[in-house]
């Protein structure tokens, strides 16, 4: 979601005539997008506030802009302690971003330009779908930065697919912090990917993030049918333990998450499942987590991301006592890593000799970076610049670590 809001926000202030810098010591502006998910996240952007206010004591006129969910969470907070900051802008009004910092900036004294997006050429486009979430997860503090869940109008967003198709775009990643619960009059999360299915030239489609809780057997069903969508899917599973889950208000025991596992592995074969899991939870305890690590035997993810539970303001989690140890949080969080890590080596290692059906998504010197439409990438030599955007049948020669490598038939 960063990544699609920053690179939005890049092509408005193009429009400004302001471009980005390739390194921090040549910037005028350094604009700061900030994560409120985690407090690791907050503390990097603290560190890197505290590296920004050290470039400024050598280049006064630089401006320093913080945008995101942390400058709506804390706003006077920053303002209190990093004095150079010129301007904070919160999440809930980034679609005014480039207008606010333009202005900041006089933006007549800057030259209009080439605009950035007129050179540009993304394979893959991100495209939000929604904004918000009212899902209230015990530990989550999206809703309270982020606002109430809303889903943006489907004409805007086919037409938004569209216009990235007719750029080059070979592949449309729509975006939101609950997928499925997307609805817009009468339109769902289904019918919206089946419209944007119809676009030409649009070779994929995958979307994230999908809550089990919400995931219907129509969406299920879609997968299987709609050549175009990937087959991969992202569902966050947190815990295995039926008590954390309750504690976490995620509103699905382990045994219906397992079902839909199930589900969309007999719909769509060769479907990678991903997920998130938080170790140290209040109240885990080393029962709950082997459950948990059972579970990552049992399922095997294709890849999973593993994060130590941090308390975070206003969350109902935050009134819990945050009663394990950190040592304990570390030693989870590293024995799902190492767990994980065993089986994305063995994933890669039985693709070995198969046939991957790819997209070539960026070319570096004679290597070209692929992926595979279940998500994994695979290094090809380049035969020519113009396989750039794609999609190639690959023989896999060989998998080291997490990596494959491979060779155009
Ligand atoms: N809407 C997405 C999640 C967005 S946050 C979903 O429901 O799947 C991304 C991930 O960060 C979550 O899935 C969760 O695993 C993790 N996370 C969120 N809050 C956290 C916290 N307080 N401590 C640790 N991890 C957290
Ligand atoms: Fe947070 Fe839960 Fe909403 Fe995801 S679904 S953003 S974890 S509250």
Known sequence: MNICESDKLGHAL????????????????????T?????Q?????????????????EKPNIKIVVVGCMAERIEHKIKHRFKSVNLIIGAKDIDNAAFKIADLCDISNYSIAERESDKAFDIIKYITVMRGCDNYCSYCVVPFVRGQETSFKSSDIIEDCRLAVNNGAKEIMLLGQNVNSYKYDDIKFTDLVKNIAKIDGLERIRFMTNHPKDLSNELIDMMAREPKVCSHIHLPMQSASNNILLAMNRKYTYQQYL??????RVAVPDISVTTDIIVGFPGETEEDFEQTLKAVKEIRFGGLYVFRYSSRPNTRAASMDDDVPLEDKKKRHSIILKESNKISIEIVASMVGTTQQVLAEKIEGDVIETRTRSGRKVFVKCASKKDLGKQLNVSIKEAKINSLFGEII
């Not at 079902?259 to 969309?264: G, S, W």
Request: glycine share 4%.
């Open 41 to 57: 996240a907050e503390q990097k952007a603290f560190s890197f506030l505290g590296r920004a206010e050290e470039f400024k004591r």
């Open 14 to 33: 193009s429009c400004y005539g302001i471009l980005k810098a390739n390194v921090l010591q040549k910037a005028d502006i350094v604009i700061l997008n």
């Open 35 to 39: 994560c409120s998910v985690r407090d």
């Open 259 to 264: 079902m839909l596992i199930k589900k969309l």
